[in-house]
Structures are given as structure tokens and as C-alpha cells.
């Protein structure tokens, strides 16, 4: 029995890292482009540059102006935090201002974070 409840959870992790691990960066490049239309490398963008977004803070750059709730949010982007946020930006940082209504496709979320990885 208890044989059996190991490889169970085996599969199971195998499972939950199944997405990350066939994450498609050039799939998450082409769905990225509708994003760098905000997020572009420069000052006067309408959204944040993403380059380097992991592991910084929310609302650390000093040449953007972010909103209250997302000063408010103190997070650190990384892989779980920017997924969340692709999803459903309003319900990881409730009243942000990004126009976006998220992507409802896991694997869509899981191929952009893979390419903004890639994005340096």
C-alpha cells in the first residue's frame, strides 16, 4: 500500500510540472507581442518594462508610475507571482490598472512566462 501511495504521488508532482517543463517560449513570444504594446524598454511606455522582472519587487522601477494598489501589493515577480498575474490581474492585485483581462489558457500563461524569461 504504501508503495502504491508513493507512486501516486510521484505521478501526481510529475503531473503539476508537466506544463513548466513543455512550456513553449516561441509560442509565449508570439502571444507576448499583444503585451508589448504597454510593456516596451522605455520611459514613457504605458506599462513597466518586464526586463528583469524576476525577482524584483512590484512597483520597483523608478521611471514608471504605478498604481496605489500595485505600491500596496509587495510582491516579488516570480514564476507562481507573474502567473497568477497573467491569469487574472485584477484578482492578484485587486484595482491595478492594467487593462487586461488575463489569459484564461494555462498553457498560453505558461508559454509567455517562459518567453519573458528569455526577455533580458
Known amino acids: 500500500m504504501r508503495r502504491v501511495l508513493l ?3 510521484a505521478a501526481i508532482s510529475a503531473a503539476s510540472l508537466t506544463p513548466a517543463l513543455s512550456a513553449d517560449a ?3 513570444k508570439a502571444l507576448y507581442a499583444a503585451c508589448a504594446t504597454c510593456h516596451q524598454d522605455k ?3 504605458l506599462g513597466p518594462s518586464l526586463k528583469g522582472v ?3 519587487k512590484s512597483a520597483a522601477l523608478d521611471d514608471f508610475r504605478y498604481s496605489n494598489p500595485m505600491k500596496r501589493a509587495n510582491l516579488v515577480w516570480d514564476e507562481a507571482n507573474l502567473r497568477d498575474y497573467i ?3 485584477q ?3 485587486r484595482g491595478n490598472r492594467m487593462p487586461f483581462d488575463g489569459l484564461h489558457d494555462p498553457r498560453d500563461v505558461d508559454d509567455i512566462v517562459e518567453y519573458i524569461k ?3
Open 26 to 28: 516561441e509560442h509565449g
Open 118 to 120: 528569455t526577455y533580458k
Open 54 to 56: 524576476f525577482g524584483r
Open 7 to 9: 507512486a501516486l504521488g
Open 91 to 93: 484578482a492578484k492585485v
Open 87 to 89: 491569469a487574472d490581474p
Open 43 to 45: 520611459p514613457d511606455a
